[in-house]
C-alpha cells in the first residue's frame, strides 16, 4: 500500500497533536492533580504513535509508545507527576518534533533517542531522582498493569455507555470478521473505525487499539459503539469495507450491558490480550460528545457525530485565487469607469451590481487569509517556560486576543521577531527572584502578550513587569560607540534615548551588560517588521517594566489608498498612513535649518516635494501659489508631502515589482488602475528618518 498519498496528512495531523500536546503538558504542570489533562494528553500521544506506526515511521511510534507507558501509570493514580518526569516528556516532545521536521524534509524520522527511552523506562520501573532524597511515589501497582478480561469494561466506560442509553442513544456491540486471506489486517480495521468514527463514538476495542496497530490480533475484534444509527444499517456500512468477511451489531439495553460489563463478551477476540486497565476512557461530558480513547489506529482524528465542518487548503490555492480576484477587481474598477463615461442606464446599474457582488466575494477572499495569531502564539508558553527553567526564574506569560486574525502572508513572518522580543523580556528584561523581592515586587515575574484590532491595523505587545531601560545608560552607549556626540545625546528626551535600542550599533556584547541586553538583534526585529509593512516602538519606566508595541497592516494584497497625480503619472499612497490631507499656501512655506517646514496642528513638520524626489519633468510645484498636501505618519513622527492633485480613495491590489527591479527608494510596489494604466505605490516610511 503506497503511503505517499497521506504523508502530507500525516505531517499537518502530527503538528497538530504535537502542539496540543506541548499546550496542555503545560497546563499539567501548573496542575498536576488533574487527571482529565493526564487523559487528553494520552490521546494525542495514543493516535500520534498509531499514525507514525501506519505510515512506517517506527522510530516516532516507538518512543511515542514509551511515554504512553508513563501516561498510563498517571492516569490509573499509580504514578505521582514530579519535575523530572515532566522534563522528560518535554524532551521527549522535542525529539518527536525533530523527527516530524525530518520527515517533512524528505527525510525517513530516525533520530537517536535511547537516552530518552533509558529515561521513560526507569521512570515506569520507579527509579525517578528526587529532589528531596526521598524515593520516588509509583505505587507497587506500577509494574505492567494486569490484564483485563476481553469484553469488560471499567467502571468509568461503562457508565459513559450507560448514561448514553438513559439519554436514548443507541449503544451497540459490534463484532467484524476480517476475511482470513487479507494481506493488511490492520489497514482494513483502520478503515472501519475511521468509518464508525463519522457516525458515532467507539468507546472500547478488543483487543486494544495498539494491539489492533501493530496487527496482533487473529482475524476479527469488537467493540462498544454509541451513534444514532439502526444497527442494521452500520453492519451494512461496515460489509461494504473490501476484505470484510461478517460484520455483527447487536443495540444494547441497561440489562445487557450491566451484564456484558461483568463477564467476558461472547463475541469478543478469540485470544486474550494484556491490555492497561481503563485503557480507554473519557473525560467525563454528556454522552455522545465524551471522546472515548479509543481512537482508531491510524492518521485522524476522532470525527464527532457530525461530519466535519472544515477543510484543509495549501496556501498556494489560496494565493492564486487572491491573485484572480485582483484581476477582477481591476476589471471592476475600469467597468466603472467606462460605465460612467457611457451614461448607459442598464449597464450602470449591472456594473453596481457587479460591484456589490465582488465586495461580497472580496470581504469573503480576505477572511479565507486571515487566521488567529494563535497559530503564532501558541508556540510561545513552551518557550517561556523552557526559558525561565533555565534563567532559574518564575515567569507567568499572560495571553490575551490570541483570536485576534491577521494574513497568512504577514503570521507567517512575523513569529521570528516576536520571538526574539519575548526572549529579551525574559532573558533581560524580567529580573531575578532576589531582585524582585528586594525591589518589594511578587517574586515570580509576569509577561503580557496581547494582540488587538485597531482601524486597518493590529498590534502585538509585549510587556514585562521587569527592571525597565535606563535612558541614561544607552546615552552612555550610543556616545561610545559613535551613534550620536556628547552634545546630541543630551538634547535626546528619555523617549528618544529608547528608540535607540533599535540602532545597528546596539548589537554588541557590552550593550547586553549595559543596557540588560535590550539591543541585542532588535534593528533585525524593526527591519524585518518594517517589510511587512509594520512599526515597532518601545516604552518604559525604569523600575516598572518594558512595552513593546508592534503595529502591523491586516492585509498586505489588498489596501485602501488615496490616488494623486504628479505630472502625467498617478501615485498611490496608502490610507492608513494617511493623517490628514489639505491645502496650504506658498506663504506658510517656512526654511527652518535648510528644511522646509510648515505649522500642523500646533507644531512644526517637515514638507518634502515628491515631484522633486521623483524628479517629475512635467510639474514644477514653485510655480504654484497654492499646494495640496498629504500629511503622513510612522510612528509618532509626521511628515507632509506636496503633491499636484487628488484623484480620489480606491481600493487598489498590491503588485509586486519583481526580483529584475532594483530596490526603488520611495516604492514598496505598484498596482494597475481600472485604466490600465500602473500607479507606483509610495511608501511613507521612507520619507520620516
Given at each position: ?7 502530507s ?7 497538530d ?8 503538558m503545560?497546563?499539567?504542570?501548573a496542575?498536576?492533580?488533574?487527571l ?9 500521544a ?5 499514525m ?26 499509580k504514578?505521582r ?40 523506562q ?12 526521598a524515593?520516588?511515589?509509583?505505587t507497587a ?8 478480561s476481553?469484553?469488560?469494561?471499567d467502571?468509568f466506560?461503562y ?19 476480517i ?6 489486517k ?5 478503515m472501519?473505525?475511521?468509518l464508525l ?21 487473529d ?12 444497527a ?8 461494504n469495507?473490501?476484505?470484510i ?15 456484558m ?26 454522552a ?13 482524528r ?12 495549501d ?28 451614461q ?71 513569529g ?11 532573558d ?13 515586587k511578587?517574586?515570580?515575574?509576569t ?10 491595523h493590529?498590534f ?12 541614561q545608560?544607552?546615552r ?6 559613535g ?10 528626551s ?21 543596557v ?6 532588535l ?22 517594566g518594558t ?9 498586505l ?8 497625480r ?41 514638507l518634502?516635494?515628491?515631484?522633486k ?57 505598484a ?19
Amino acid at each position: 500500500m503506497d503511503m505517499n498519498q497521506y504523508l502530507s496528512m500525516f505531517i499537518d495531523e502530527s503538528n497538530d497533536h504535537l502542539q496540543s500536546l506541548n499546550e496542555n503538558m503545560m497546563g499539567l504542570e501548573a496542575n498536576p492533580v488533574d487527571l482529565g489533562i493526564v487523559q487528553v494528553i494520552f490521546r494525542s500521544a495514543h493516535t500520534l504513535k498509531g499514525m507514525a506506526a501506519t505510515m512506517g515511521f517506527e522510530d516516532l511510534a516507538s518512543l511515542t509508545h514509551q511515554m504512553e507507558n508513563v501516561l498510563d501509570l498517571v492516569r490509573n493514580n499509580k504514578l505521582r507527576m514530579q519535575d523530572f518526569i515532566f522534563d522528560t516528556l518535554f524532551k521527549s516532545l522535542d525529539a518527536l518534533e525533530a523527527m516530524v521536521q525530518d520527515i517533512t524534509a524528505g527525510g525517513e524520522g530516525k533520530a537517536d533517542v535511547s537516552h530518552i527511552v533509558a529515561s521513560l523506562q526507569a521512570i515506569v520501573r520507579g527509579e525517578i531522582p528526587s529532589a528531596a532524597g526521598a524515593a520516588a511515589e509509583v505505587t507497587a501497582a506500577a509494574a505492567p498493569a494486569a490484564s483485563s478480561s476481553p469484553g469488560t469494561l471499567d467502571e468509568f466506560q461503562y457508565s459513559v455507555l450507560e448514561q448514553s442509553i438513559q439519554e436514548g442513544h443507541r449503544v451497540l456491540y459490534i463484532d467484524v470478521a476480517i476475511r482470513k486471506d487479507c494481506q493488511l489486517k490492520a489497514v482494513r480495521a483502520y478503515m472501519v473505525f475511521d468509518l464508525l468514527e463519522r457516525s458515532g463514538e467507539v468507546v472500547k476495542s478488543f483487543p486494544s487499539v495498539q494491539d489492533i496497530e501493530q496487527e496482533k490480533f487473529d482475524h476479527g475484534f469488537s467493540l462498544y459503539y454509541i451513534t444514532a444509527k439502526e444497527a442494521s444499517e452500520m453492519e451494512s456500512m461496515i460489509m461494504n469495507v473490501s476484505e470484510i468477511e461478517k460484520a455483527t451489531a447487536v443495540m444494547l439495553d441497561s440489562e445487557t450491558l450491566r451484564q456484558m460489563s461483568q463477564a467476558p463478551a461472547a463475541a469478543a477476540a478469540e485470544a486474550p490480550v494484556k491490555e492497561a486497565p481503563g485503557e480507554v476512557q473519557a473525560p467525563a461530558a454528556p454522552a455522545p460528545q465524551a471522546k472515548g480513547d479509543a481512537a482508531k489506529p491510524a492518521p485522524a482524528r476522532a470525527a464527532a457525530n457530525a461530519p466535519s465542518r472544515t477543510i484543509r487548503v495549501d496556501i498556494e490555492r489560496l494565493d492564486v485565487l487572491m491573485n484572480l480576484f485582483s484581476e477582477l477587481l481591476i476589471d471592476r474598477v475600469r467597468l466603472e469607469q467606462l460605465a460612467s463615461e457611457v451614461q448607459n442606464g442598464d449597464l450602470t446599474e449591472t456594473v453596481e451590481h457587479m460591484g456589490r457582488v465582488s465586495s461580497d466575494l472580496q470581504n469573503i477572499v480576505m477572511k479565507l487569509r486571515m487566521v488567529p495569531v494563535d497559530t503564532v502564539f501558541n508556540r510561545f508558553p513552551r518557550m517561556v517556560r523552557d526559558l525561565a527553567k533555565s534563567l532559574d526564574k518564575k515567569i507567568d506569560l499572560v495571553i490575551t486576543g490570541a483570536e485576534t486574525e491577521l494574513d497568512r502572508t504577514v503570521i507567517d513572518e512575523i513569529g521570528d521577531p516576536l520571538v526574539h522580543l519575548l526572549r529579551n523580556a525574559v532573558d533581560h528584561g524580567v529580573e531575578n527572584g532576589q531582585e524582585r523581592v528586594a525591589s518589594g515586587k511578587p517574586e515570580t515575574g509576569t509577561v503580557h502578550l496581547r494582540a488587538f484590532h485597531s482601524g486597518n491595523h493590529v498590534f502585538i505587545e509585549i510587556e514585562d513587569d521587569g527592571a525597565g531601560i535606563n535612558p541614561q545608560k544607552i546615552r552612555q552607549s550610543a556616545v561610545k560607540k559613535g551613534i550620536l556626540s556628547q552634545e546630541e545625546a543630551a538634547r535626546y528626551s528619555d523617549d528618544e534615548a529608547i528608540q535607540l535600542l533599535f540602532a545597528p550599533g546596539f548589537s554588541t556584547a557590552e550593550v547586553i551588560s549595559d543596557v540588560s541586553g535590550r539591543g541585542v538583534g532588535l534593528d533585525v526585529v524593526k527591519s524585518k517588521i518594517a517589510s511587512l509593512g509594520g512599526n515597532v516602538v518601545v516604552y518604559s519606566t525604569l523600575g516598572k517594566g518594558t512595552n513593546f508595541s508592534v503595529q502591523l497592516p491586516l492585509t498586505l494584497s489588498i489596501i485602501a489608498a488615496m490616488l494623486i497625480r504628479l505630472g502625467s503619472e498617478k501615485y498611490a499612497i496608502p490610507l492608513s498612513s494617511i493623517v490628514e490631507t489639505g491645502i496650504i499656501k506658498k506663504a506658510q512655506i517656512r526654511q527652518v535649518h535648510g528644511t522646509r517646514m510648515i505649522e500642523f496642528r500646533g507644531s512644526h513638520i517637515p514638507l518634502l516635494s515628491l515631484s522633486k524626489f521623483f524628479a517629475v519633468a512635467d510639474f514644477d510645484e514653485s510655480t504654484e501659489d497654492e499646494t495640496e498636501i498629504v500629511v503622513v505618519r510612522k510612528g509618532d513622527r509626521l511628515v507632509a508631502l506636496a503633491v499636484q492633485d487628488f484623484i480620489g480613495q480606491n481600493e487598489i491590489v498590491i503588485k509586486n515589482l519583481g526580483k529584475y527591479l532594483p530596490e526603488v527608494q520611495g516604492i514598496s510596489g505598484a498596482t494597475i488602475l481600472g485604466d490600465g494604466q500602473v500607479a507606483l505605490i509610495i511608501d511613507p516610511n521612507a520619507f520620516i528618518k
